[in-house]
């Protein structure tokens, strides 16, 4: 059966799509048009009762939430690739990463965007709540450009799932007109990351 990728260009689906155009992994795509309302259709819902992208059908079995599939993804697969470290101290500072990726940098950028897009209600948005989160997350940016001073990629010398499930956010934050130019080593960071093949391939799927 192998892998059933549902996702929706330029959303929280992309950095998966990022992480299975890296593998090289064999996979079957379906688009899911989120402003149609395909994800609330009783046979989206039946594989994610949440209602949302990405989801990744492996074998028969739907795994939601994109940190998941990439850590799936990244035990499955990349291990063996140079893309993820055998089990020990260095998988536990990727893990470090994509749970902070996701938990903190990805939480505060969603702030800024419920709060600013017209995407959401205008009722919904507060400018308040979206200054704070504008300075959280340079609280953030800040931590991750001093953890990447003095270094190529993340964790290791070589670009792992950490960098990619990462990295992902600084072109959500340039979409939110978040200023990323005070923090040179993310900025670097990223072009490095993002001139990747597989970024370009991820990125243009419509
Ligand atoms: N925490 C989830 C977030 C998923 C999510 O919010 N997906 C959005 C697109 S970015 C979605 O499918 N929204 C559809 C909806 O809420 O109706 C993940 O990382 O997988």
């Not at 140079?82 to 903190?104: F, H, N, Q």
């Amino acid at each position: 059966m192998g892998l059933v990728f549902y996702y929706t260009p330029m959303s929280s689906a992309s950095r998966v799509y990022w992480a299975l155009e890296e593998l090289g992994v064999p996979f079957e795509k379906v688009k899911v048009d989120l402003a149609a309302g395909e994800q609330r259709k009783p046979e989206f819902l039946a594989l994610n009762a949440n209602g949302k992208v990405p989801l990744l059908v492996v074998d028969g079995t739907p795994v939601f939430e994109s940190l998941a599939i990439l850590i799936h993804l990244a035990e499955t697969f990349g291990v063996a690739k140079g893309l993820y470290p055998e089990p020990g101290l260095a998988r536990a500072e990727a893990l470090k990463w994509m749970a902070w990726g996701t938990a903190s940098l990805g939480e505060c950028a969603s702030r800024v965007l419920r709060n600013t897009s017209e995407l959401f209600p205008a009722e919904q948005r507060n400018a308040k709540a979206a200054e704070a989160a504008r300075k959280d997350l340079g609280d953030l940016y800040s931590i991750l450009d001093d953890a990447l001073a003095g270094k190529t990629y993340l964790v290791g010398e070589a670009f792992s799932f950490a960098d990619l499930a990462l990295a992902s956010y600084s072109r959500l934050a340039q979409f939110l007109g978040f200023d990323l130019s005070p923090f040179a080593n993310v900025r670097a960071w990223t072009e490095r990351c993002t001139a990747r093949p597989s970024f370009a391939r991820a990125m243009s799927a419509r």
